[in-house]
């Protein structure tokens, strides 16, 4: 069944002001270039604002600076992206990853299901795991020994979570997520790599969310943990004994090195590569590709690496980067004999 909702509803629920019908009714949100006459559209960057004047959309959402540039019904609000986010939860048409309880699901004696959790096809629950309210569990998943997965948590199918690994509540794994596999522990004995047991775990709190083909690696000894109200994008590598303050957010790619603390509410950006060993305070922006190889200790925008440009200037640039120590020493040469020019002995 669609999901629909009057324009008064939409705007009670996200505190906005209605401009025009409150009665019309919205199934469906998409963007001002493809939006059609039953479809909400939003503005939230002032660069689309010309689209306002051709779009076919039912509705839009836009702030109160931009109300008097589209002549239909509109949701007017200080935040037009964050109340597109609230609508989009409303309108979310994402189905379960499982439904009920799936006669071929493997299913230990002594594990601790909740009678309204939901597990898929083929997933596999081992001895002692714990599995709470509403959680979903999709096909092929697999929750191993003592492990524990509070409520209303969703795996998306083929996520593994490995033995004693903690969940908390209202979090959401994509497809392919790994948590809890052995982090990257050597002892090197005359060419040969003994291998260190990772006898830590994996702690995450509630609302984390973790993208897919994502891995959290357990702690060597203490316990890699992932605070509240996380997100990590896909394909992110998290290594041993990391700690990820709350509210911090990690784009794709990136990857955390061993025993790194990272604060609360900092924004990590695509590719970022960040050290072990390290810290970085709370409020921290990376931006793409920066390679984090010392501790932060001051709130701000970091970055590095080199933003594109033509090839024949990115090679010309190259040859002077290569020759830099050459240049360090003409310039130190050229710095005394000016001294000696204007201080002659």
């Known amino acids: 069944m669609i999901k629909q909702y009057t324009l008064g509803e939409l705007a009670q629920h996200i505190d906005a002001q209605v401009q025009g019908d409150s009665d019309f ?40 600076d931009e109300a008097e540039y589209f002549s239909g019904n509109k949701l007017v609000t200080s ?48 001895s002692g795991a714990e ?10 998943c697999f929750v191993g020994k003592y492990a524990k997965i509070a409520s ?23 497809s392919g997520a790994v948590i809890g596999s052995d982090g990257f522990g ?30 959290i690696d357990r ?12 997100i990590i994008d896909n394909l992110c590598q998290i290594a041993h004994n990391v700690e990820i303050g709350q509210g911090t957010a990690i784009a794709g790619a990136t990857v955390v090195a061993g025993s790194t603390k990272i604060g609360k509410y900092c924004q990590i950006a695509g590719m970022v590569g960040i050290n072990g060993h390290l810290e970085i305070c709370d409020g921290v922006m990376l931006t793409g590709m920066t390679m984090v190889t010392k501790s932060i200790n001051e709130p701000g925008v970091y970055s590095s690496g080199m933003p594109h440009t033509s090839n024949q200037e990115w090679r010309k640039n190259t040859a002077y980067l290569r020759n830099l120590s050459d240049f360090k020493s003409r310039i130190k040469a050229l710095e005394v004999s000016v001294k000696q020019l204007k201080h002659p002995e």
């Open 79 to 126: 935040d037009p992206y964050t109340a597109y986010a609230l609508i989009a939860q409303l309108l979310d048409s994402t189905p379960s990853s499982a439904n009920g309880i799936h006669p071929s699901a493997v299913i230990a004696n002594d594990a601790k299901i909740s009678p309204t959790a939901h597990i898929g096809v083929n997933a596999v629950i081992e």
């Open 131 to 140: 599995v709470g309210d509403n959680v979903e569990i999709g096909a092929n």
């Open 25 to 64: 009714a919205i199934s469906k949100i998409a963007t001002l270039a493809t939006a059609t006459g039953a479809e909400l559209a939003f503005l939230a960057n002032k660069k689309y604002r010309a689209q306002l004047s051709t779009t076919q959309a039912g509705a839009v959402i836009l702030a109160p």
């Open 186 to 215: 050597y002892a090197n004995k005359k060419g040969r790599w003994i291998k260190i047991p990772q006898v830590g775990r994996v702690v995450i709190g509630d609302r984390v969310e973790v993208g897919a083909n994502t891995v």
């Open 219 to 230: 702690g060597a000894l203490d316990d890699t943990i992932i605070h509240d109200d996380v």
């Open 152 to 174: 209303r948590t969703k795996l998306w199918a083929n996520v593994s979570v490995y033995h004693e690994v903690e969940i908390g509540e209202d979090c959401l794994f994509q």
